[in-house]
T-cell receptor
Framework: GAGVSQTPSNKVTEKGKYVELRCDPI?????LYWYRQSLGQGPEFLIY????????DSGLPNDRFFAVRPEGSVSTLKIQRTERGDSAVYLC?????????????????FGPGTRLTVL | AQSVTQLDSHVSVSEGTPVLLRCNYS??????LFWYVQHPNKGLQLLLK??????LVKGINGFEAEFKKSETSFHLTKPSAHMSDAAEYFC???????????FGRGTSLIVHP
């Protein structure tokens, strides 16, 4: 079956531009996470959705970052007025998320990531 | 609060020799601990997880890890390295029933023929 897919795989943009990164989770997975991975670092949590709602967005670095999941499936991470420091690999993961302790008891399946480069 | 420290940024072994990737954690509550592997241009894959059951956890591809509360460690081992094990490995902690994980910085495993 299909895994988590992310598009585009690579995105090069100029400082100040707006970008959208898409995540297509595994069908039936209600939980969806976004992470950011900078070079030489581990993934850093950004935001977590349960269904259509953002259950926790405490990892978003500032108000230039926003994410939506309008129908509880596909999610889009939106970055306004991009800065060079936004350059990273953006990872998406999904899980069944049927119980309260989502991360510990529901394996996360990761997509291959989108490499964002801001010039 | 929770944190995780991977003690080695790179580990180099010969094929057929044992692998040890070290991880120490800090957690205010009972932790859940995980190891993920990331092959180049592939998504992260769960190797194994500890969630307060048996302290010795067996994972995929012959890997295992032992939870040692007294040492706050969760080191990853494998008896015999294979060339296909070459990848980036991440130790992850999630504590107190949290759904927000903290990843370590990663250890790059290099396997020589």
């Amino acid at each position: 079956g299909a895994g988590v897919s992310q598009t585009p795989s690579n995105k090069v943009t100029e400082k100040g531009k707006y970008v959208e990164l898409r995540c297509d989770p595994i069908s039936g997975h209600t939980a969806l996470y976004w992470y950011r991975q900078s070079l030489g670092q581990g993934p850093e949590f950004l935001i977590y959705f349960q269904g259509t709602g953002a259950a926790d967005d405490s990892g978003l670095p500032n108000d230039r970052f926003f994410a939506v999941r309008p129908e509880g499936s596909v999610s889009t991470l939106k970055i306004q007025r991009t800065e060079r420091g936004d350059s990273a690999v953006y990872l998406c993961a999904s899980s069944l998320g049927v119980s309260g302790d989502f991360f510990s008891y529901n394996e996360q399946f990761f997509g291959p990531g989108t490499r964002l480069t801001v010039l | 609060a929770q944190s995780v420290t991977q003690l080695d940024s790179h580990v180099s072994v010969s094929e057929g020799t044992p692998v040890l990737l070290r991880c120490n954690y800090s957690s205010s509550y009972s932790p859940s601990l995980f190891w993920y592997v990331q092959h180049p241009n592939k998504g992260l894959q769960l190797l194994l997880k500890y969630t307060s059951a048996a302290t010795l956890v067996k994972g995929i591809n012959g890997f295992e890890a032992e939870f040692k509360k007294s040492e706050t460690s969760f080191h990853l081992t494998k008896p015999s390295a294979h060339m296909s094990d070459a990848a980036e490995y991440f130790c992850v902690v999630s504590s107190g029933g949290s759904y927000i994980p903290t990843f370590g910085r990663g250890t790059s495993l290099i396997v020589h023929p």
